[in-house]
C-alpha cells in the first residue's frame, strides 16, 4: 500500500466514533519511510485536534526496558500498596490531557519481553498504573522478518492487537514529500530517471539506497578544490553504498556540469568548452539538434557553429556529418561560419581510417548513447603493436589504423563496443598476471556474444565466438581453457616459467604487445581507476535510461549485469573473506596460476616464506553451529591460510567462555576444527582476548551464529571480520561481517 493509501485510509478510520482504538501497524523495508509516514499522519491529527507537543510522543520498545512499559513500584499515599509509575511520555499521554498521539517505533525489533507489556498500551490503554487518554491515537510501524535486518516475529498476542498495513515505497508519494521538505532538485530528477534506486535493500550489504539514505543525502554538502567530487562521492557512498553513490555522482555531474545554452549562445567565443569528455560531446550534440531545427535563426546556428568549431577535430567533423546530411543542409551551405568550418576539416574528413571511425562514432552516439558515452569518456591512441584495438589497465582505447581501414563501418561499430565492454568490466584489472592471450580470449568471447545479441555493428570474422558465454564470466572460462585444452595450459606453464627466469621462453612473442597493453599499475591507482569506471558505467547507464533507447532484454540483461557486479558486488562470503585476508599479505605476490580449491575466487599466490603476521580465529561453540558448517567455513578458511601464510593462528573455541585455545603453524593446515563447549554464546570473549594476549596480530575471524554481544565500535584492537551463519540475527552496522551460506 502506497502512502497517499496509508494516509487516507488511517485518517478515515480515525474520523469514526471510537476510532481510535484501532492500531494501525504500519510494516515494510527498512528505511523505507514507515516513520517519515506516520509522523505525516501525525502531524495531520495535530493540525485537526490541535494537539500539543508534549502530548505526542515517539518510543521505540526495542531500546527500552519492561520497566518503561510497566512502570516502577512506588508507594501509594496510603502506605496500604505500591503503584507503577511509568515514564514521563506516558504520563503525558494521560487521562485527562485530551487528544494526544503516539508512535511505536521499530515494534517487531523489540524482544518478547517488550512485545507483551506492550500489548496493555495497545489494547487496554494503560501504562503502569496510569490510565491513557480515551483521546489517544497510536500508530506503530516495524520491518518485515523476510527483510533479515534484525527483526523478530511477532508474538500473536500483539498481532491480534494491530491492523497490519503493508507499506510499499512509492516514487511519486516520496517526490511530494520531498518538494514539500526541500530536498535538492538534483536528487529529486536523479531518482525520476532511476526509480529503482529509491530501495534497494539487501540485508548482505552495510549500506543501502532506501528513501531515509537518500534524505541523508540531500544534506550531504558540495565541495570545491581538487578532491571536492571525491569527497562528496565518499560522503553519499557512506549513505546509500558505493553503487548508487556513482549513479548519483554521475547524474549529478552531468546535471551540474550541462552548459547553460542561452549563455553560450550569447558568446560562443568565450563561452568554455567543458573538459569532460561526455559533457562536452553532450553539448555538441544539442547544439547539433538545435541548428537542425526548423525554427533555428540564422544567428543563432552561427553561434552554434561558432562554438563548435573550438572542440576537438573529431567532434567537428562528426557534427559537420550529421548537419550536412540533414535537412539543415540547404540553409547551412550559405553560412560563412559553416563552411569555415567544413573547409577546415577537408583534409580530417578525407583520410579514410579516421572517416570511418568518425561514421562509427557518430552511429554510436545517434543510437547507442551507453557505449557513446564511455566511448567519450576515454582516450583512443593509434599504435602498430596490436592486431585491431585494446584496452590498457588505465582505461587507454589502442587501434592499429591499418587494420581499421580494411574494416567496414559497422565492423568498428562492433569493435569500438567490444573496447568499451572491456572497459565496463575491468578485465585488463581482473586479469592480473594470469596469461593475457589465454584471458583475453575468454574476456573476447563473453563480449562478442554479448554483442551479438544486442545487434550492434557487425561481427569481425576472425572474432572469438562461444555459444552461451554471455551468461558466464571470463575467468570461469579462462579455466575451462587452461584445464582442459593442453596446448593452453603448457603455454601459460611456458610464459610463466620465463617470466621466472627458469629456462622458459627467452623471447616472449607478445612481449612488444604485452609491454603496451598490459601497462603496470601501482597498487594506489588501482581504488582511483575501479571508481573511474564505475562513474563511467554509472553514467553511461544513466544516459541510456533517460534515451530510452534499447532497453530490450538483452540490453536490460547487460544493464543488469553491470549494477549488480560492477556498481554493487555481490560476492559469496568466502571471497570476501579472501578480500580481507590479503589486505595483510605483503606485496611480493603474483596473481599467477590460482588457487584452483578456491572455486571462482582468485587469491594471490606468495612466497613460501611467511607472508603475515599472526591470524586469530574465533569459533563460536554454542548448539546452533553444526559440524556440517564448521566444515564448509574450514575448507576455505584452509584455502586462504594455504595462501596467505601467516606466522602463527591461534584458534579460540567459545561459548559463553572461552573453552580452548590451540596454536598453528600454516605448514598444519588442515588441522582438525571439533568444537568444544556446545554453551551459550559471548563472542566479546574472542575480542576481550585478543586485545588482551594478540593485541599485534595483523587479523582475526569470528565464526558465529550472530546471536552473541558484540563489542563497542572501538573495542576490537585487530581487524576483525565477523563471519556470521544467521541472516536474522540483530548486528549493529559498525561491524565488518559476512553472512556465511552452505554452498
Known amino acids: 500500500m502506497k502512502f497517499s493509501d496509508l494516509k487516507k485510509s488511517i485518517l478515515a478510520q480515525f474520523e469514526v466514533a471510537g476510532g481510535n482504538r484501532i492500531v494501525p501497524f ?136 494491530l491492523r497490519c498495513l503493508p507499506f510499499d515505497e512509492n516514487l511519486d508519494d516520496w517526490i511530494a514529500w520531498a518538494k514539500a521538505h526541500n530536498i535538492c532538485d538534483v536528487l529529486i530528477k536523479f ?50 553504498g558505493e553503487g548508487a553513490a556513482a549513479a548519483y555522482c554521475a547524474f549529478r555531474k552531468m546535471y551540474l556540469n550541462l552548459p547553460d545554452f542561452s549563455e553560450l549562445l550569447a558568446r560562443p567565443e568565450q563561452y ?67 563552411k569555415k568550418l567544413a573547409s577546415r576539416l577537408t583534409k580530417v574528413i578525407g583520410c579514410e581510417t579516421i572517416n570511418k571511425l568518425l561514421q562509427a562514432k557518430t552511429r554510436l552516439s545517434l543510437r547507442e548513447p551507453f557505449f557513446s558515452s564511455i566511448l567519450f569518456r576515454f582516450p583512443m591512441e593509434a599504435t602498430d603493436t596490436v592486431p585491431y584495438a585494446a584496452v590498457t589497465p588505465r582505461g587507454r582505447i ?94 601459460c606453464d611456458i610464459i610463466y616459467s620465463g617470466d621466472q627466469n627458469a629456462g622458459g621462453l627467452k623471447n616472449d612473442p607478445l612481449a612488444k604487445a604485452r609491454k603496451i597493453y598490459g601497462e603496470s599499475v601501482e597498487d594506489a591507482e588501482l581504488r582511483d581507476i575501479e571508481n573511474s569506471v564505475k562513474m563511467a558505467v554509472a553514467e553511461a547507464i544513466t544516459k541510456q535510461k533517460m534515451m530510452e533507447t534499447r532497453m530490450g532484454s538483452a540490453m536490460g540483461h547487460l544493464i543488469t549485469l553491470l549494477e549488480e557486479y560492477v556498481l554493487v558486488e555481490k560476492l559469496p562470503w568466502y571471497e570476501l573473506l ?65 595462501e596467505c601464510k601467516p606466522e602463527e593462528i591461534f584458534v579460540l573455541w567459545c561459548d559463553y567462555k572461552i573453552q580452548k585455545i590451540e596454536q598453528h603453524q600454516w605448514e598444519d593446515v588442515p588441522f582438525k576444527l571439533s568444537a568444544p563447549g556446545r554453551g551459550g554464546t559471548n563472542m566479546c570473549e574472542i575480542v576481550n582476548w585478543v586485545n588482551k594476549n594478540a593485541s599485534e596480530a595483523d587479523a582475526c575471524f569470528i565464526f558465529t551464529d550472530g546471536y552473541t554481544p558484540y563489542p563497542q565500535a572501538d573495542e576490537e584492537s585487530v581487524p576483525t571480520l565477523w563471519v556470521i551463519t544467521s541472516k ?6 559498525h561491524i565488518n561481517r559476512v553472512h556465511f551460506e552452505m554452498e
Open 191 to 240: 531518482l525520476q530517471f532511476q526509480p529503482k534506486m529509491l530501495s534497494d535493500f539487501d540485508p548482505t550489504r552495510k549500506t543501502n539506497p532506501t528513501p531515509r539514505a537518500w534524505e541523508a543525502v540531500s544534506l550531504v554538502p558540495s565541495f570545491t578544490g581538487r578532491d571536492g567530487e571525491k569527497l562528496f562521492h565518499a560522503l553519499v557512498a557512506g549513505d546509500v
Open 272 to 338: 568554455s568548452v567543458p573538459e569532460d569528455l561526455s559533457i562536452r560531446w553532450a553539448t555538441v550534440m544539442k547544439l547539433v539538434d538545435l541548428i537542425a531545427s526548423e525554427n533555428c535563426k540564422q544567428e543563432t546556428a552561427n553561434a552554434a557553429l561558432t562554438f563548435i568549431s573550438r572542440v576537438p577535430p573529431d567532434m567537428q567533423a562528426m557534427a559537420v556529418r550529421e548537419l550536412y546530411k540533414g535537412e539543415s543542409k540547404k540553409r547551412l551551405i550559405a553560412s560563412p561560419v559553416f
Open 728 to 733: 536474522n540475527a540483530a548486528i549493529p552496522e
Open 26 to 161: 504500519i510494516e515494510g523495508k527498512p528505511g523505507g519511510g514507515k516513520s517519515a509516514c506516520a509522523r505525516e499522519i501525525v502531524n495531520e491529527l495535530k493540525k485537526k485536534y490541535h494537539i500539543a507537543d508534549e502530548q505526542i510522543v515517539e518510543f521505540n520498545p526495542s531500546l527500552r526496558d519492561p520497566v518503561d512499559v510497566l512502570g516502577v513500584p512506588f508507594k501509594h499515599e496510603s502506605g496500604t500498596h505500591n503503584v507503577w509509575l511509568p515514564p514521563e511520555e506516558f504520563y503525558n499521554l494521560r487521562q485527562g490531557v485530551g487528544p494526544c498521539a503516539l508512535i511505536i517505533e521499530e515494534l517487531t525489533d523489540a524482544p518478547m519481553s517488550m512485545q507483551n507489556p506492550m500489548c496493555r498500551i495497545i489494547l487496554d490503554r494503560w501504562a503502569g498504573s496510569v490510565k491513557l487518554s480515551d483521546q489517544l491515537f497510536i500508530i506503530a510501524t516495524g520491518n518485515r522478518v523476510e527483510d533479515k535486518s534484525g527483526a523478530n516475529r511477532m508474538s500473536t498476542k500483539l498481532g491480534n492487537r
Open 398 to 491: 589502442l587501434y592499429n589504423p591499418e587494420a581499421i581501414e580494411k574494416l567496414s563501418v559497422e565492423e568498428i561499430v562492433f569493435l569500438l563496443c567490444h573496447e568499451v565492454l572491456h572497459i565496463a568490466f575491468s578485465h585488463s584489472l581482473r586479469r592480473g598476471e594470469r596469461e593475457h592471450y589465454l584471458f583475453n580470449i575468454a574476456s573476447d568471447a563473453v563480449i562478442n556474444e554479448m554483442l551479438i545479441e544486442l545487434e550492434i555493428g557487425k561481427f569481425i570474422d576472425s572474432g572469438v565466438r562461444l555459444r552461451g558465454a554471455q551468461f558466464r564470466t571470463a575467468e570461469d572460462i579462462y579455466d575451462e581453457i587452461y584445464e582442459k585444452i593442453p596446448a593452453a595450459k603448457l603455454l
Open 578 to 642: 579472501g578480500r580481507f585476508m590479503t589486505k595483510f599479505v605483503s606485496q611480493n605476490e603474483t596473481w599467477r596460476r590460482p588457487n584452483k580449491r578456491f572455486s571462482d575466487v582468485y587469491l594471490p599466490s606468495v612466497n613460501k616464506e611467511a607472508q603475515m603476521g599472526s591470524l586469530v580465529i574465533g569459533i563460536d561453540t554454542s548448539g546452533s553451529i553444526s559440524d556440517e558448517m564448521l566444515a564448509a567455513f574450514g575448507k576455505h578458511l584452509f584455502d586462504v591460510i594455504e
